[in-house]
């Protein structure tokens, strides 16, 4: 099946800096892009849906000026944490689809901690 | 509003075979998907229906009944690393998940 890798798996950072998580599609060229987050027990939540070359439309209650996501390239999707807090830390996974969409490949996910 | 309903755990023993329920209400459907979850680790794909049926794919088989909004998961010859959670999503008709909160599964031996 088709591959999308996430970078990096897992980072610890300090209040008020921002990180950086990559998702790529490594054998498919992946038109749109998920990001989601997950808190300890509890379901998968939609972030933000990004198409190649667009902005990203995000959830009601996500702040797109703290999670800017970038979709450049139909490769690659990137989630910037602005300003992280600890209450962001959080599983954060992406998932990628494109062109014939039957499966939704997900990246291997990112557990952010802010201390 | 959208909505997917699945039991919060199930416990079934080694060997044995369990059938994990979800049904929904969505605007559109494209599409039903099961992914497993072990704790710390992202969801993997175990299978897709669009259409009405069963499909089996060894130790699992998904169906759905897409008239009664209604699709279950059945894991047969159960192992202790079946152990995981097992999610619910549908695709509605602009292409998003739509998630189920998950079934958490538990083997005993």
């Known amino acids: 099946g088709a591959v999308v890798s996430q970078h990096p798996s897992r980072v610890i950072c300090k209040s008020g800096t921002s990180v950086k998580i990559e998702c790529r599609s490594l054998d498919f060229q992946a038109t749109t892009m998920f990001w989601y987050r997950q808190f300890p027990k509890q379901s998968l939540m939609l972030m933000a849906t990004s198409n190649e070359g667009s902005k990203a439309t995000y959830e009601q209650g996500v702040e797109k000026d703290k999670f800017l996501i970038n979709h450049a390239s139909l490769t690659l999707s990137t989630l910037t944490v602005t300003s992280a807090h600890p209450e962001d830390s959080s599983f954060y996974i992406c998932?990628?689809?494109?062109?014939?969409?039957?499966?939704?490949?997900f990246g291997q996910g990112t557990r952010l901690t802010v201390v | 509003g959208q909505n997917i309903d699945q039991p919060t755990e199930m416990t079934a023993t080694e060997g044995a075979i369990v059938q994990i329920n979800c049904t929904y209400q969505t605007s559109g459907f494209n599409g039903l998907f099961w992914y497993q979850q072990h704790a710390g680790e992202a969801p993997t794909f175990l299978s897709y229906?669009?259409l009405d049926g069963l499909e089996e794919k060894g130790r699992f088989s998904s169906f759905l009944s897409r008239s009664k909004g209604y699709s279950y998961l059945l894991l047969k010859e159960l192992q202790m690393k079946d152990s995981a959670s097992y999610l619910c999503a549908v695709m509605d008709s602009n292409y998003q998940l739509i998630w189920g909160a998950g079934t958490k599964l538990i083997i005993k031996p």
């Open positions: 998932s990628a689809a494109g062109g014939e969409i039957t499966e939704a490949f």
């Open positions: 229906n669009v």
